[in-house]
Nanobody
Framework: QVQLVESGGGLVQPGGSLRLSCAASGSAWRNFGFVMGWYRQAPGKERELVAE???????NYADSVKGRFTISRDNAKNTVYLQMNSLKPDDTAVYYC?????????WGQGTQVTVSS
C-alpha cells in the first residue's frame, strides 16, 4: 500500500500563490517507480489532471495551468510539490495527489483550494 497525504491548501486572493505538498509513505512506495500527479475537481465537474511528473523526471501540464503552476519532487523527502502562482477563481477546487505505476494507483484525501476576493 501507498499512503498520500496532501497539505498546503487554503483561501487565497486572485493573483496569489500557494504551494501544495504531498507526502508519500507505505510498504509499496518506491520513489523511482511512480508517476506522481496532481488532479483537481471543482463542484459539478469531473476530476481533471493538473500536472504530473515522471521518475525521469519529465513533466506534463494541463493547458489551463501552463506557465503558472510548477510540479516538482524531492525523492529524499518522499514528497511532491505543486507551486501555484497567479491563481484565478477558476482554480478553485479540491486538489488530489495521485501515484501510479503499472498495475497500481493511489489517491490522497484531497486539499481544498479556494481563490476568492
Amino acid at each position: 500500500q501507498v499512503q498520500l497525504v496532501e497539505s498546503g491548501g487554503g483561501l487565497v486572493q486572485p493573483g496569489g500563490s500557494l504551494r501544495l505538498s504531498c507526502a508519500a509513505s507505505g510498504s509499496a512506495w518506491r520513489n523511482f517507480g511512480f508517476v506522481m500527479g496532481w488532479y483537481r475537481q471543482a463542484p459539478g465537474k469531473e476530476r481533471e489532471l493538473v500536472a504530473e511528473i515522471t521518475p525521469s523526471p519529465s513533466t506534463n501540464y494541463a493547458d489551463s495551468v501552463k506557465g503558472r503552476f510548477t510540479i516538482s519532487r524531492d525523492n529524499a523527502k518522499n514528497t511532491v510539490y505543486l507551486q501555484m502562482n497567479s491563481l484565478k477563481p477558476d482554480d478553485t477546487a479540491v486538489y488530489y495527489c495521485n501515484a501510479r505505476r503499472i498495475g497500481s494507483m493511489y489517491w490522497g484525501q484531497g486539499t481544498q483550494v479556494t481563490v476568492s476576493s
